[in-house]
Structure formats: C-alpha cells, structure tokens
C-alpha cells in the first residue's frame, strides 16, 4: 500500500517561511514522477502551486513564483516545497499529488492527507 505524508505545515507570521516534505512510503517504490503541490484555502478550489516532472523545467503558480521552490530527493522518494515571504493568502490545506512506480512498473496517482500552512501575524 502507498501512501503520500506530508509535514511541514503550521502558523508562521507573514515574510516567514516554511518548508513542507511529501514522503512517498509502500513496498518496491521505483520512483515519484511527476508530482506536484496544490493547496485549497477556505471557499476555493484547489488550484496547482508547483509541479516537478524528470525531463522538465518546474512550473509554478504565477501567484508564488519567485517565493516557492518545489525540489525533490529521489533516493528518499521525496518531494519538498520551500515557501519564502508568506503572505496571509497563501493560507491554505496544502496536498500533495504524485505519480508513484512500484515494481513490477505500475503507476497510480496518489494524494497525501494534507498539511495546514497558516499565515498570519
């Protein structure tokens, strides 16, 4: 069984910073590719942050570029997202989204449970 966990999330005044993990956990996990980091505030839908893809630039939100990094440590078969100068509308669940290969090479898509990131003086 794979699971996405995700940590990292919490109460952080606004300029601050925060930096959130998604850990893909399961038997025979080949790699994670794509993934990428969505957050849904209060009342909206749940809209793309940034993505990561083998092969490809990154892509991220016109609202965070230049203040969010996705990276990802592939021996770890995890994926990170570094916020820089948070401001109160970056508040939100924040969900990570994969593409998980197990052996013997079956891909699924998978969420992980979400992680609360709350801006806020």
């Known amino acids: 069984q794979v699971q996405l966990v995700e940590s990292g999330g919490g109460l952080v005044q606004p300029g601050g910073s925060l930096r959130l993990s998604c850990a893909a956990s399961g038997r025979s996990i080949l790699r994670i590719d794509p993934a990428g980091w969505y957050r849904q505030a209060p009342g909206k839908q749940r809209e793309l942050v940034a993505a990561i893809s083998s092969g490809a630039s990154p892509n991220y939100a016109e609202s965070v570029k230049g203040r969010f990094t996705i990276s990802r440590d592939n021996a770890k078969k995890t994926v990170f997202l570094q916020m820089n100068s948070l401001k109160p509308e970056d508040t939100a669940v924040y969900y990570c989204?994969?593409?998980?290969?197990?052996?013997?090479?079956?891909?699924?898509?998978?969420w992980g449970q979400g992680t609360q990131v709350t801006v806020s003086s």
């Open positions: 989204n994969a593409r998980v290969t197990t052996l013997p090479y079956q891909s699924s898509d998978y």
